[in-house]
Structure formats: C-alpha cells, structure tokens
C-alpha cells in the first residue's frame, strides 16, 4: 500500500529479551519518527530521522533502545533486555521533508507485550 | 507538568448531542494539530491550526486556535458513533518531532 506499513502489529515476548521493530515509511518521505503509546496515553517522542541521520535522539528512554535507518528507507527499533516497562503501542510516522508545516503521517503500530 | 492539558479526559455521550473538547497550555504556539486515532489504528491528521483567532471547519468539526495561540478548541455538532475515538492535539517545539496531550477519549452511543 501507499501508507508508513509496521511489522510485527503484535509482538508478546518474555522479559529479558530483545526485539525489533519494523518500520516501511511512505516512499520518498525523507524524515520519519518513532513515538511510544501507553495504554489510554497521548504519544511520546523516541527519536527522528533524517535521511539516515538521527538528529535527536533525545526521546529515547534508556541504553536499552536504539533505532537504525538504512537507505533513507526502512528503520528498525530495537529494544534490548526488554522490561514490563517497555509493554506500549510503538508507532511509526513519515513525513515528506520534517518541515513543521508537512503532516506526519502514521503507521498502524506494533503493538508490545512483555510478560 | 504536561506541555499540552486536554480536557476532558473521557466523554461518552448519544448520538446526535454536540461536545467540545478542549487543548491548553501556557506557551505560545506558531501551529497546533488535531488527530483522531481509532482503537488499533494510528493517529489521523484532522487540522492544521496557524493564525491566532483561526477557526477551520470539517464537515460537523470546527476548531478554533486561540487568539494568543496557547489554546485551541475542536467542537462537534450532532455527534455520530462514527465520531468515537481517541482526539489529541500536538504541537511542534522546534524539536521536528510532534510534542502530544494526553488525549479526549470520545465514545458516541448510538
């Protein structure tokens, strides 16, 4: 489809492990950003690309996450050593050019479990 | 303390009765964004909000940016179940990420 596309939409995994995120931006969109949802919350601001650059990376948590975006294409969140802490909707958005004025558009999620 | 306070959390209400919901904060805005975000789903950009005093209409929707652009207010007439979902507003603090409140969780009974 045309939209920012997330793998895995669900993800239960136990404590102590790692996991990955996925994240298919809409093609062409050259800033995409990756905020966190707790249950019945507004969303939290991890990180923002640019291109293949993070230039903040200010949101992140804890050591224990960190984000990669290769080809000014796909990203992947990474959470290592996950905690019940971690359990959220992850969501990912794209937008054309990371001007304020251009709209983010959003992905559906993944949604995390950790038990 | 949030940068945006939205308010109410929770409404539920029956279709066909109008609500408004509200966004506020201390700090002066150059823009303000709506978002709906279905159960499931991602959120939906609904509006940009730019000039103080602004009021922007989508369909039974009206949004209001306030006149010192610190607030802003989404009212919707004659309610429909189609309307439920999660309305947040979001800002940019120069930061190029999106800074939300915490939401309005609107349920419309049919």
């Known amino acids: 489809g045309a939209g920012v596309s997330q793998s895995p939409s669900n993800k239960v995994t136990e404590k102590g492990k790692d996991v990955e995120l996925r994240c298919d931006p809409i093609?062409?969109?050259?800033?995409l950003y990756w905020y966190r949802q707790r249950l019945g919350q507004g969303l939290e601001f991890l990180i923002y690309?640019?291109?293949?650059?993070?230039?903040?990376k200010s949101g992140l948590p804890s050591d224990r996450f960190s984000a990669e975006r290769t080809g000014e294409s796909v990203s992947t969140l990474t959470i290592q050593r996950t905690q019940q802490e971690d359990s959220a909707v992850y969501l990912c958005a794209s937008s054309s050019t990371g001007t304020p004025s251009q709209p983010q558009h959003f992905g559906d999620g993944t949604r995390l479990s950790i038990l | 303390t949030q940068l945006l306070e939205q308010s109410p959390q929770f409404l539920s209400i029956q279709e066909g009765e109008n609500l408004t919901v509200y966004c506020n904060s201390s700090s002066v805005f150059s823009s303000l964004q709506w978002y709906r975000q279905e159960p499931g789903e991602g959120p939906v950009l609904l509006v940009t909000v730019v000039t103080g005093g602004e009021v922007k209409k989508l369909k039974r929707l009206t949004f209001q940016f306030g006149d010192a652009r610190k607030d802003s207010s989404l009212h919707i007439t004659a309610a429909q179940p189609g309307d439920t979902g999660l309305y947040l507003c979001a800002v940019d603090t120069g930061r190029r990420a999106l800074t939300f409140g915490s939401g309005t969780r609107l349920q419309v009974q049919p």
């Open positions: 093609s062409g969109h050259t800033a």
């Open positions: 690309f640019q291109g293949n650059s993070a230039p903040d």
